[in-house]
């Protein structure tokens, strides 16, 4: 876990530069943009590989030979719905560049997943360190020489430099062209999606959640909304690095428990450094806070208390975490996902009548604050009235 956190820390303060960089020189005009040219290549490649690292890790051996055949198919999927989404607001020009941007990043982070089943943490963490590091190199030449680029080049070297860590880290053969997977491949895919439907269903979910303030404010269709909420994302990035290097430690340790005592225990010995965590995380929050005006040069004013209020959101889902992983190993795939849909669906509706209360700038906001602790109070609540994993130890004993 140290590693993990290590790795994170330096990569995420990688990214801290590069963001602060792009949100003091890119207008907000061009800022929306690159917000959306990301948050549609973040999102799709997210949810390709959202679902491949809940199989691939915690169940390798029952889908170990369908893992190639589905990760195309739900590639192929997500690179359809992105261009038709992007068709009607955009040019073809940013569905071309998204597409490739999915395909590379699917590819970056399905050979992360490889290192992290191995739990290979050095390489795991040193690609995101690469990545970000050459992406902050490729970023900073044109404002070191004062060299006029759009915020399109900004989104090209990023992929550049995802696709120089998967050759450095994996070689040419992890870059391999999508194939159209072939009809015997299709159908066998297509049943194990199906064994598997609220698995995916609830990673499907979980991985376009966090992506929710950012389409709602697209939805204005003004670029400052979306460029606020793009600005309050990167911020939101240093405060998600603890949740997430927290649930990439967590999901191997729960992976191999055989009752729910020992998933207890696991959870008990984390939660010991959850007072340490509060404050870490309290003291990130005040200096973003205070610091925010000082970058942006005052052209977002809303955005220290957006992203007051959006820090809501990271410490809901690292307190969700370990139960939702105790769901899971006693077979919850259905009420997280019915759970995480059901907010998602909830946080959508209520938006006109949040904007008879509320200024649209901090519906978004809002609105994921309550999907966040709807999940969280529900999983909770699930997690806590389990006894036994019953359906695992069976499971197992098959085996």
């Known amino acids: 876990m140290f590693t993990i956190a290590m790795g994170d820390v330096i990569s995420k303060l990688l990214l801290v530069v590069i963001n602060l960089m792009l949100i003091r020189n890119l207008s907000v005009t061009n800022y929306a943009h690159f917000t959306i040219l990301t948050t549609v290549s973040f999102l799709g490649y997210q949810m390709v590989c959202g679902p491949l690292e809940r199989l691939y890790i915690a169940e390798h051996a029952k889908y170990k030979e369908h893992l190639t055949a589905i990760k195309n198919t739900l590639l192929l999927l997500c690179l359809l719905l992105s261009s038709i989404w992007l068709w009607r607001i955009s040019t073809g020009l940013d569905v071309l560049l998204c597409c490739v941007g999915i395909v590379i990043l699917t590819h970056h982070q399905y050979l992360k997943i490889f290192f992290q ?21 490729f970023a900073a030449l044109p404002i ?21 860590t998967v050759l450095i880290f994996g070689g040419s053969s992890q870059l391999f062209l999508l194939k159209v997977p072939k ?15 609220f698995v995916i269903g609830y990673t499907l979910a979980g991985a376009a959640i966090p992506y929710y303030p950012v389409f709602v404010a697209a939805y204005t269709g003004e670029p400052y909304v979306t460029s606020l909420y793009g600005a309050a994302s990167r911020y939101l990035a240093i405060l998600n690095m603890a949740a997430f290097a927290f649930n990439t430690a967590l999901l191997p340790q729960l992976a191999s428990v055989k009752n729910i005592g020992e998933c207890r225990s696991i959870i008990k010995g984390l939660s010991k450094k959850l007072p340490f965590f509060i404050l870490c995380y309290m003291l990130v929050i005040v200096i973003v806070y205070f610091g925010i005006p000082f970058v942006d040069k005052g052209k977002y004013s809303e955005l220290p208390v957006i992203f007051l209020l959006m ?13 939702i992983n105790i769901l899971l190993l006693n077979n919850g795939s259905r009420l997280i996902f019915l759970t ?11 938006v006109p009548l949040m904007s008879s209360v509320l200024p649209f700038q901090y519906i978004p906001a809002v609105g994921s604050i309550i999907t966040y602790f709807l999940i969280a109070f529900i999983c909770i609540l699930g997690a806590g009235n389990i006894k036994e994993l019953t359906p695992l130890i069976n499971q197992k004993m098959k085996m």
């Open 117 to 137: 089943k191995h739990e290979n943490f050095t390489s795991y963490s040193m690609m995101e360190i690469c990545k970000n590091f050459g992406w902050l190199i």
């Open 183 to 197: 009809k015997g491949a299709r159908l066998c895919s297509a049943a194990v999606l199906k064994k598997a439907n």
């Open 340 to 350: 995480m849909l059901s907010a998602l669906i909830l946080s959508v509706v209520i």
């Open 311 to 323: 820090s809501i959101a990271p410490f809901l889902s690292l307190i969700s975490s370990p139960f």
């Open 144 to 164: 070191v020489f004062k060299i006029q680029v759009n915020e399109v080049y900004y989104f090209v070297v990023l992929i550049l430099s995802a696709m120089l």
